[in-house]
């Protein structure tokens, strides 16, 4: 009975989802259109994210180890182990910002959109894919837009989740342009809806996310990726076994 209330329960919020997509698609299509206004589209999504998580009972909780200056740039590096991690990320984030993600993203029904303007889409396995859209995120961060991007690459396979190794490209990013990361431990979402909430169902709760400090990467030189890259997992991890 559980696992059936579970199921119920996802199916719900994913029909929550796209019935809100639904009703904001006329705003979503016009802000898509112009760069300009993607700020504006960042602020229709965070509204889609909110109502859809609320009225399945969905709610969001921010701790900050310390303030954040949102009138900076940063790039965002995420544990990812849900999809609720998007909307997460979308609420907490209130400056203008991109996600970059997998390029299946951009044939879905409701992340095409956003993959197809202000979001980059990456295939990991080709590098002239990676190269180009690390260079687009390089031009975003240059004009004063945040990227989230969730460095594990992928929602981690086995269930309960454990953090998988970090890859390389967001923190050769952050030195090339000496830009703070602000890692970000989202700690229980994987309770709510692991995944795509498919195999396991979902369920009403909050949705617990740290927000550390921001790491400044200015002092640092290419060589220092990897040791950054760790650095980041460290801290991460660190609060997820708390």
């Not at 009225?55 to 790039?75: L, M, N, Q, R, V």
Request: proline share 6%; net charge positive; hydrophobic share 40%.
């Amino acid at each position: 009975m559980k696992i059936f209330l579970r199921k119920l329960h996802c199916y719900f919020y994913r029909y929550s989802v796209g019935f809100f997509y639904i009703v904001l698609w006329p705003f979503l299509y016009y802000f898509s259109r112009k760069p300009q206004r993607y700020n504006d589209m960042n602020k229709v999504r965070r509204i889609w994210g909110f109502l859809s998580s609320i009225i399945a009972g969905i709610i969001y909780s921010f701790s900050f180890e310390e303030p954040i200056d949102w009138h900076k740039t940063y790039i965002i590096c995420p544990n990812h182990t849900s999809n609720l991690d998007i909307t997460a990320m979308s609420l907490m984030t209130k400056n203008n910002f991109c996600f970059m993600g997998k390029e299946e993203l951009k044939d879905e029904f409701v992340t095409g959109i956003f993959f197809r303007s202000v979001d980059i889409p990456v295939n990991r396995e080709s590098k002239l894919s990676s190269y180009r859209a690390f260079k687009k995120a390089a031009e975003a961060l240059a004009s004063g837009i945040s990227v989230i991007i969730f460095p594990e690459g992928m929602i981690p396979s086995e269930y309960p989740p454990q953090l998988n190794d970090f890859k390389n490209g967001p923190f050769r990013l952050a030195i090339d342009l000496k830009i703070p990361i602000i890692p970000v431990s989202s700690t229980n979402t994987w309770k709510i809806l692991w995944d795509t909430g498919l195999d396991h169902g979902s369920k009403p709760g909050v949705c617990h996310i740290y927000v550390h400090k921001p790491v400044q990467t200015a002092h640092l030189k290419l060589d220092d990726a990897d040791t950054l890259r760790d650095e980041i997992y460290g801290i991460i991890n660190r609060k997820l076994v708390e």
